[in-house]
């Protein structure tokens, strides 16, 4: 098995990392798939509702880094992050040695809709959610754009998306 570059996933929550990431790890024969946010949620042994509840958000960054730190490391893995991995600018730069990052984009609106009718958002317990999401992307987009790709989510099929990822990826092996 050849060492390849990591596909790391990045965006906002509701633009579809995780189940990209998924689908990417069945199409892609010599990756294994990593959802850091998952990851986190075994290290801390709760959800990460509870976490952000009893801990608090920078508990669940420090966490976060850590296990950015431990998967940078690797290689042939599909890595869907959490939507705020790039407010601390080093989880970029440790992924950026070893990865090729995408950043799943989609409108405000299109975000919104997937994700109202989740409750294990804890950034959106918030009296208007959709405002948040708007603050959020405005905070983290410029971070975002630091990624090597950036793939548009709306209006697009799973599958679509899954193909344009791995022919950029293939692009520039």
Same mark, same amino acid.
């Given at each position: 098995?050849?060492?390849?570059?990591?596909?790391? #996933?990045?965006?906002?929550? $509701?633009? $579809?990392?995780?189940?990209? $990431?998924y689908l990417l790890d069945e199409? #892609?024969? !010599?990756?294994?798939?990593?959802?850091? !946010?998952?990851?986190?949620?075994?290290?801390?042994?709760? /959800?990460?509702?509870?976490?952000?509840?009893?801990? &608090?958000?920078?508990?669940?960054?420090?966490?976060?880094?850590?296990?950015?730190?431990?998967?940078?490391?690797? /290689?042939?893995?599909?890595?869907?992050? $959490? &939507? &705020?991995?790039? +407010?601390?600018? +080093?989880?970029?730069? #440790?992924?950026?040695?070893?990865?090729?990052?995408?950043?799943?984009?989609?409108?405000? !609106?299109?975000?919104?809709?997937?994700?109202?009718?989740?409750?294990?958002?804890?950034?959106?317990?918030?009296?208007?959610?959709?405002?948040?999401?708007?603050?959020?992307?405005?905070?983290?987009?410029?971070?975002y754009k630091k990624a090597d790709f950036e793939i548009n989510?709306?209006?697009? +099929?799973?599958?679509?998306?899954?193909? +344009?990822?791995?022919?950029?990826?293939?692009?520039?092996?």
């Open positions: 098995m050849d060492n390849k570059k990591n596909i790391v #996933l990045i965006g906002m929550m $509701g633009a $579809g990392k995780s189940t990209i $990431g199409k #892609l024969q !010599d990756f294994s798939y990593v959802d850091i !946010d998952k990851e986190i949620e075994k290290l801390a042994q709760k /959800h990460i509702p509870e976490i952000f509840e009893q801990d &608090g958000e920078p508990h669940f960054r420090k966490l976060e880094h850590e296990l950015i730190q431990k998967f940078s490391n690797y /290689h042939n893995q599909v890595i869907a992050t $959490g &939507g &705020g991995i790039v +407010e601390n600018i +080093e989880n970029l730069n #440790l992924l950026k040695k070893n990865s090729v990052i995408f950043y799943l984009s989609a409108k405000i !609106d299109t975000l919104y809709e997937r994700v109202r009718k989740t409750t294990n958002r804890p950034l959106l317990k918030h009296p208007n959610p959709k405002e948040r999401i708007k603050e959020l992307v405005k905070k983290r987009e410029p971070f989510t709306d209006n697009k +099929e799973l599958i679509e998306i899954v193909q +344009e990822i791995i022919e950029k990826y293939e692009s520039i092996q």
